[in-house]
């Protein structure tokens, strides 16, 4: 599993996704590095104090580049075939207001300084490709961050972020089984909703 830590380290990461035309895998993470970097450079203090603010940042830099329906899926795993289309719909927005809301203080702790993109080895002619970064905490540790990347016509999508060989899919994938074996999927659903709300 991954610890609390770092499973924010991967959410925070998470946010770097981006879509792009006619661009290589690499390019795509670089450039909203530089966005993300520029952002918070100029609103920090705002952001910090703003939680709505903050997360309106979050939709503008996440929302439209992430694939939230293919990671909702493969985090329902054996779960999204029997769920039904509303289901569905419902666990994928839930599932990606909860993660927004729960790691976005983290993002504000985002140093361009400690990323190093290492140089592309894929295959970009696949539909799935691997980014490999290495983020340096502040206790000096690097710690080698992977971005799982899905291509949708010409377009690269963030899907999974993968913290020393463990993805955060996986990870929400353990979690979220458990949970549904215990309860059932309207009561996770239900959890999720609340914990966008507010009210978990």
Known sequence: MISSNKLTLACACLFLSATAFSQSPNSVIEEVIEILNTSLAERKDELASDEDALYALIDEILLPRFDRTSAAKAVLSKHWKTATPQQQNDFVDAFYGAMVKRYADG????????????????????????????????????VPVDYRLVKHDSTWLILDVIIE?????????????????????????ARLQNEVNGEA
Do not use: W
């Open 107 to 142: 993002l504000l702790k985002f140093d361009q300084s400690k990323v190093e993109l290492k140089p592309f080895r894929g295959d970009e002619s696949k539909r799935m490709v691997i980014v490999k970064t290495t983020v340096t905490l502040a206790d000096g540790t690097k």
């Open 165 to 189: 060989g463990i993805s955060y899919i996986r990870n929400y994938r353990s979690e979220m089984d458990a949970e549904i074996r215990e309860t059932n999927l309207d009561a996770v659903i």
